[in-house]
Nanobody, 122 residues
Framework: QVQLVESGGGLVQAGGSLRLSCAAS????????MGWYRQAPGKQRELVAV???????NYADSVKGRFTISRDNAKNSAFLQMNSLKPEDTAVYYC????????????????WGQGTQVTVSP
C-alpha cells in the first residue's frame, strides 16, 4: 500500500507565501514524476507543477516565476514553495506521484494525496 500525505496549506494574504509538502510512504520501489495539482470550486483539476526523478521541472504558465517545485528522493517527498500568492491561487492542492511498487512488475501507478486547502485573501 502507498500513501501520499500533504501538509502546509492554510490561509494567507495576497502577496504572502506558503510551502506545501508531500510525503509518500509504503511499498515503494521507485518514484518517477511527482507533481502538484489544484482544483478550485467549480473548476477542473489542473496541473500546477511537476518534477521528474532527475529534477526536470515544468510549471503552469499561471505560476511560473512565483512557485518552485522540489523533491527529496531519499525521503520520497516533494515540496511546492509558493510566493507572491494571489486570490486566484485559492484551491485544494493535491500531490500526485508516479510509483513503481516493491515486489511487483515494472508498471507504475499514479497515487494521489487527500489534498490540502490553500486560501489567499485579497
Amino acid at each position: 500500500q502507498v500513501q501520499l500525505v500533504e501538509s502546509g496549506g492554510g490561509l494567507v494574504q495576497a502577496g504572502g507565501s506558503l510551502r506545501l509538502s508531500c510525503a509518500a510512504s509504503g511499498s515503494i520501489f521507485s518514484i518517477n514524476a511527482m507533481g502538484w495539482y489544484r482544483q478550485a470550486p467549480g473548476k477542473q483539476r489542473e496541473l500546477v507543477a511537476v518534477i521528474t526523478s532527475s529534477g526536470r521541472t515544468n510549471y503552469a504558465d499561471s505560476v511560473k516565476g512565483r512557485f518552485t517545485i522540489s523533491r527529496d528522493n531519499a525521503k520520497n517527498s516533494a515540496f511546492l514553495q509558493m510566493n507572491s500568492l494571489k486570490p486566484e491561487d485559492t484551491a485544494v492542492y493535491y500531490c500526485n506521484a508516479d510509483i513503481r511498487l516493491m515486489g511487483g512488475d515494472a508498471r507504475r501507478y499514479a497515487y494521489w494525496g487527500q489534498g490540502t486547502q490553500v486560501t489567499v485573501s485579497p
